[in-house]
């Protein structure tokens, strides 16, 4: 078996500072496309989970225009926005709060690819590396849609494309940096992805749709979480999940 990329645990100081961060499948093609967002009903989700903490980071999947969301739910002028890799499933895009974070690098890489059973495509993930403004400390965010068939891991099978996703932080992260996860991984705890990412990273949340394959994974240590919403679909076939982290 391939061993997985070393990683490190971050361990959090004083003073402690709390990291807002959401993860949301927007179900593009039906929301947006079919259904105009029925009403406007994902960006206010967006908008009012948004209040009174801003989210720090936002990862989306099924997102082909990270600009239109976040104006739609009033709060483009406050984002750096990264837009996906071109295709239709990578169409990911994160959402940075300029106020709290400078950002170092970003970048983007393909991961996996579907199996042959239910064939999109290639799949991505994106990641950018950020210094908080008020204290200097320094977080990696990555933010992946992954391959169907759910729990397969794709054509490559779950070891691999964990390893591909340890390997993307591995390679662009610097060793001390915290590191925050999201995504729909189309893999739920049941499957080889989670038992060889959980070997690196701990989960900080999940949904309940389709067995929990959306999440939000962490390297801090000890006990991180402060909070977290399912904060429902907002249109979405996908929950919408939210949670604090003590960075």
Not at 53 to 64: R, V
Not at 178 to 197: E, I, K, Q, R, W
Not at 236 to 247: C, E, F, G
Request: hydrophobic share 40%.
């Amino acid at each position: 078996a391939a061993s997985m990329p070393a990683l490190w645990t971050y361990a959090a100081v004083e003073p402690e500072i709390h990291v807002k961060v959401l993860t949301y499948n927007l179900f593009w093609w039906s929301l947006f496309r079919d259904h105009h967002t029925e009403g406007g009903a994902p960006f206010r989700l967006i908008k009012q989970s948004g209040q009174p903490e801003a989210y720090d980071l936002m990862g989306f999947q099924e997102c082909d225009d990270g600009d239109l969301v976040l104006r739609g739910a009033g709060l483009h002028d406050q984002y750096t926005i990264h837009r996906g890799m071109g295709q239709e499933t990578t169409a990911i895009c994160m959402a940075v709060l300029k106020s709290a974070w400078q950002e170092i690098s970003a970048g983007a890489a393909v991961v996996a690819e579907d199996g042959d059973d239910e064939y999109f495509g290639k799949r991505g993930a994106q990641w950018v590396r950020l210094r908080h403004r008020g204290t200097g400390r320094t977080l990696f965010f990555v933010n992946h849609h992954g391959p169907l068939p759910i729990n397969s891991g794709g054509k490559c099978g779950g070891e691999i494309t964990a390893n591909k996703l340890l390997s993307v932080v591995h390679d662009n992260a610097v060793q001390g940096d915290a590191v925050v996860m999201t995504g729909d991984f189309n893999a739920n705890p049941s499957s080889a992805t989670f038992h060889y990412l959980g070997q690196r990273l701990s989960r900080a949340f999940g949904g309940s749709r389709f067995g929990g394959i959306d999440s939000i994974f962490t390297n801090i240590g000890g006990n991180p979480v402060v909070s977290t919403h399912n904060l429902g679909q907002g249109g979405s076939d996908h929950d919408a999940l939210a949670v604090i982290l003590r960075l």
